[in-house]
């Protein structure tokens, strides 16, 4: 059973922006801390944002000030609008649910690509 869903995804030029939503389970979307995390290749994933089931925000070092992660509870999606983009934005960028004590999520979605070329 399909729990997160990604979209947004799409090939850009440098400065400029892309708005990913990820599309959750009613039950996820209101109990679960949910964030994105990107891998570009031959590099570790790491946190790009997230957002608890009250709004608390944390972003990573490296799209501080350029990114913005949000919660719409009418759809049960999260957004994450990217703006100011940069070549070292290119990766995959996952959407996960439901943080766990262990650090770990319990949910991720399939994965969606963003490229910044030049």
């Known amino acids: 059973q399909v729990q997160l869903v990604e979209s947004g995804g799409d090939s850009v030029q440098a400065g400029g922006s892309l708005k990913l939503s990820c599309a959750a389970s009613g039950y996820i979307f209101s109990n679960c801390q949910m964030a994105w995390y990107r891998q570009a290749p031959g590099k570790e994933r790491e946190l790009v944002s997230s957002i608890g089931n009250r709004g608390t925000t944390k972003y990573g070092n490296s799209v501080q000030g350029r990114v913005t992660i949000s919660r719409n509870a009418s759809s049960n999606t999260v957004h994450l609008q990217m703006n100011s983009l940069k070549i070292e934005d290119t990766a995959v960028y996952y959407c996960?649910?439901?943080?766990?004590?262990?650090?770990?999520?319990?949910?991720w979605g399939q994965g969606t690509q963003v490229t910044v070329s030049s």
């Open positions: 996960a649910a439901c943080y766990q004590s262990s650090g770990t999520y319990t949910y």
